[in-house]
């Protein structure tokens, strides 16, 4: 069930929430009713998907009171490359086989992915890390930690969460929401429903078709007219989860992180990860590079300390790439993210600086590229998106050119862009500015009803693939 469903805003919520303060008494009480509200939640998207998320969360437990948090980290890590990442490498083995004429190629195995794996794992490994840290003790509670790990809000595309955060509000559920704080929460919903609805989607449909294929365009023009376009629809799709994954767990009186704070305002490659998916980059950054940091710093010796950074920049950002998914596109897109990184240090080492609308205009030109990469199907359209990039294959056909203007996803570009760059784009940073003026509600109320009456054209949320 999707969050961007009828089903989901005008059934499975209202009954939820209702529920949740008129048949719960105690914060533990409720505690239990979120739990069990997330099972049912993820039992919808499949019964067979459940064995993973609550045996992993069982392994992870008892890995965390037993002393065993590097058993629970390869649990984990085992049932990710099981099933997002085993195949793939089979895939790659048998060309390597069939390139070299070794013989017969390797069979797959045929695994369903279970929602949300890479966000509840990273959860896992995130706080078996911090009790190696001995940042705090291990949950002597299976069922708050069982409850934190199948969160409904979050448990498809995040955000990722710490453990010690999101648990200690279990505590301090309150009995009822205050008019304020239920009008947020309503805001942050509506907010992302129009991101996701009326921009993402809308732009979507051109992406879906035809005309993003490798025969289906041609030229200059309409290659960087796809590129920005889906630039659009990843950050206004993914934001616009965000935004209701917030709003919901509002609802129930739990905080969950800001993901958001408008990345294309970045003047630089640092800056853009400091804004962009930031659950995601501040896991890595703290479990993963600083860690990395630390030893090849102790490797390579203080003088070759930048080299330290380098190598680390690369590791991370090109896991951070495989993250993604199981493909090629996703991990060069990494690895070029860790060269643009490693640059931007470089410069900033040695003090070189450019003017601002330079800088700025370089890395929107750079990210962009980079989104190229990203949305790579497969590596034939790769090239073929590539080569039109840089014009080889002319500008484009007047035809083609006029067809894109006419489409949908133009007036959704010509609305979402300035919109990106307007620094109010996320609902943290707009709904202050809402609730000053009646109107603003007003008109936010209508766009929400809007897209509640469009919304059976809503597709799936990128970032749940991932």
């Known amino acids: 069930m999707s969050i961007t469903s009828h089903s989901f805003l005008l059934l499975f919520i209202p009954l939820i929430v209702g529920s949740y303060y008129w048949l719960t008494k105690t914060p533990r009480q409720k505690m239990f009713f979120l739990l069990a509200a997330s099972y049912f939640f ?13 045996g992993l969360s069982l392994v992870t437990y008892w890995a ?29 083995i048998n060309l390597l086989i069939s390139s070299l004429h070794l013989g017969s190629t390797l069979g797959l195995l045929k695994l369903g992915l279970p929602l949300g794996l890479s966000f509840f794992t990273f ?23 069982a409850t934190y790990s199948a969160y409904f809000p979050q448990v498809s595309a995040g955000p990722i ?11 301090k559920l309150p009995d009822r929401l205050t008019n304020d704080q239920f009008l947020s929460c309503l805001i942050y919903i509506s907010l992302g429903l129009a991101k996701k609805i009326l921009i993402a989607d809308t732009i979507g449909e051109l992406l879906a078709s035809s005309v993003n294929q490798v025969g289906g365009f041609s030229g200059l023009i309409p290659a960087w007219y796809l590129v920005i376009a889906y630039a659009a629809q990843l950050y206004f ?23 958001f704070n408008n990345p294309y305002l970045a003047a630089n490659p640092g800056e853009f990860w400091e804004r962009w998916h930031m659950s995601l980059s501040t896991w890595f950054r703290y479990y993963l590079f600083f860690p990395l940091s630390r030893h090849y710093l102790r490797k390579f010796g203080s003088e070759k300390r930048e080299w330290a950074q380098y190598t680390a920049n690369l590791i991370t950002m090109s896991l ?28 900033k080492q040695r003090n070189l600086a450019i003017p601002n609308f330079v800088e700025r205009g370089f890395f929107l030109l750079a990210i962009l590229l980079g989104w190229a990469l990203f949305m790579g199907s497969s590596m034939d359209y790769l090239v073929h998106l590539f080569k039109q990039l840089f014009g080889f294959g002319g500008l484009g056909s007047f035809e083609l050119v006029t067809s894109l203007v ?33 109107l603003s509600l007003a008109l936010l109320g209508a766009v929400a009803a809007l897209c509640i009456l469009l919304i059976d054209k809503a597709g799936g949320f990128i970032y749940i693939q991932f």
């Open 406 to 438: 006419k489409d949908n996803s133009f007036l959704a570009l010509i609305f979402g862009i300035p919109i990106a760059f307007s620094g109010l784009t996320e609902a943290h940073n707009l709904e202050g500015r809402i609730r000053e003026r009646r």
């Open 161 to 171: 969460s710490n453990f010690k955060e999101t648990s200690s509000q279990f505590d």
């Open 320 to 347: 951070i790439g495989l993250w993604h998914g199981a493909g090629w596109n996703f991990i060069l897109w990494g690895f070029y993210h860790g060269v643009y990184l490693n640059i931007g240090a470089w410069r």
């Open 42 to 54: 993820y039992a919808l998207a499949g019964l067979k998907m459940i064995p993973a998320l609550f």
């Open 123 to 145: 959860k896992h490994i995130g706080y078996l890390l911090d009790l190696q840290q001995k940042r705090y003790s291990s949950s002597t509670d299976f069922w708050a930690f």
């Open 237 to 259: 799709d993914f934001s616009g989860y965000t935004d209701m994954a917030l709003g919901v767990s509002a609802l129930f009186g739990i905080r969950l992180p800001q993901n």
């Open 64 to 92: 965390g009171r037993t002393n065993r948090t590097n058993i629970g980290i390869l649990s984990n890590l085992a049932a990710l490359i099981l099933f997002k990442y085993w195949n793939f490498g089979i895939e790659n």
